[in-house]
Structure formats: structure tokens, C-alpha cells
T-cell receptor, first 113, second 112 residues
């Protein structure tokens, strides 16, 4: 669904800090989740995904945590860099299949040098 | 891996004029294809998706239509643009990973 807010939540961090971006998803039946990164004027890029049979998945400098009990997803970025500045979206599949995704509202991450 | 070509990158059109945005996909056959719109500072709204040639599902009733004349071609159209049609339009397909989307670079449409 589309965001109803006029302003994106913003997280401001210093270079080298760890960043945690949170997302609450809506459908308890969703079983696949993805994080995307969108830089200004560009299309979203896939970062990492996780299936509902997992609680945690790690990539390069990124970790996704899934808490199905409270329908919460988080993205952790280690040693944040200025190039990580972007809007981050979580997405969940629309069950019963995987034909479409529903995107969260997005969080803007600003990294200061 | 899949590559999505989307054009034009930017477009300024007067109210009441027609619209045609094209998206083509390389590197895959029979992909699922999607059109999303993103208003400034907002999330992604699914407009249309297609699971095959001539098969279009509309998620939001509006002033737009979509067509899929070929397997790897997806077109977004309007007969008469409204001011509210302004936004960032993104084409997507199911990407190299099993279920994740691959997005195109987007078209910034401004209706004046």
C-alpha cells in the first residue's frame, strides 16, 4: 500500500556508526520480506531478503531481523558509510503467492562524514 | 540476470495530453512485470502487473492503463493526463533472485 504520510521518517547517523532501520509489516500471513535501497532519482535496489522460517539473515555489512510475533522487521547496517545515504523500504509478499509485494513507507538514512 | 530498460528518464507534459511510457526487459523469458508510482516523499504504489502477454491486473482504478503487447514489453498509457498523475514511475520485474523484484531506473513525470 502507499504511504499516507507527507514526510519520510529520517535517521541521521555519523559515518562509522551502526544504523538500525525498522519496519512494521501488516499481514501476519506474509512469508517473504525484502529490504530495498533507493537513492535519489533512481529505482530501488535489492539489498537483502528473508523468509518467515528464519529470524535473522546476514549479508555484507547488513543484517535483517524478523520478529513474527510483533510483525516487525529491521535492517542493521554496520559501519555506515556516506554512500549508504538513501531511502530504505521494506516489502512483504502478498500471500498466498509471490506475484506482488506491498511496500512500507520508507525511511531516509542520512550519513554524515 | 535481468536488465530493465525504461524511458524516458524525465518527461514534462501538459494537462490533457496523452502519455506512453515503455519498459523492456532483457535476460529472462515470461517475466512478471509491474508498474509502480511513487509520489514525492512517499512509498511505492502498485498500479498494474502482468503475468503474461495481454494479461493485465489493475490495482488502483485511475486515469491510466497498461498493456503488454510482447513478452518483455510493458507499456503505461493515458489518454488525458491529470495534474495528479505527476510522479516517479517505476517498472519492475521478478529479478535474478527467486522472488525479489528488479526495478528500472524510473521516469519522472511532471504534468503542468
Amino acid at each position: 500500500g502507499e504511504s499516507v504520510g507527507l514526510h519520510l521518517p529520517t535517521l541521521s547517523v555519523q559515518e562509522g556508526d551502526n544504523s538500525i532501520i525498522n519496519c512494521a509489516y501488516s499481514n501476519s500471513a506474509s512469508d517473504y520480506f525484502i529490504w530495498y535501497k533507493q537513492e535519489s532519482g533512481k529505482g530501488p535496489q535489492f539489498i537483502i531478503d528473508i523468509r518467515s522460517n528464519m529470524d535473522k539473515r546476514q549479508g555484507q555489512r547488513v543484517t535483517v531481523l524478523l520478529n513474527k510475533t510483533v510483525k516487525h522487521l529491521s535492517l542493521q547496517i554496520a559501519a555506515t558509510q556516506p554512500g549508504d545515504s538513501a531511502v530504505y523500504f521494506c516489502a512483504e509478499n502478498d500471500p498466498p503467492g509471490y506475484s506482488t509485494l506491498t511496500f512500507g513507507k520508507g525511511t531516509m538514512l542520512l550519513v554524515s562524514p | 540476470s535481468q536488465t530493465i530498460h525504461q524511458w524516458p528518464a524525465t518527461l514534462v507534459q501538459p494537462v490533457g495530453s496523452p502519455l506512453s511510457l515503455e519498459c523492456t526487459v532483457e535476460g529472462t523469458s515470461n517475466p512478471n512485470l509491474y508498474w509502480y508510482r511513487q509520489a514525492a516523499g512517499r512509498g511505492l504504489q502498485l498500479l498494474f502487473y502482468s503475468v503474461g502477454i495481454g494479461q493485465i491486473s489493475s490495482e488502483v482504478p485511475q486515469n491510466l492503463s497498461a498493456s503488454r503487447p510482447q513478452d518483455r514489453q510493458f507499456i503505461l498509457s493515458s489518454k488525458k493526463l491529470l495534474l495528479s498523475d505527476s510522479g516517479f514511475y517505476l517498472c519492475a520485474c521478478v529479478g535474478g533472485r527467486v522472488y525479489g523484484y528488479t526495478f528500472g531506473s524510473g521516469t519522472r513525470l511532471t504534468v503542468v
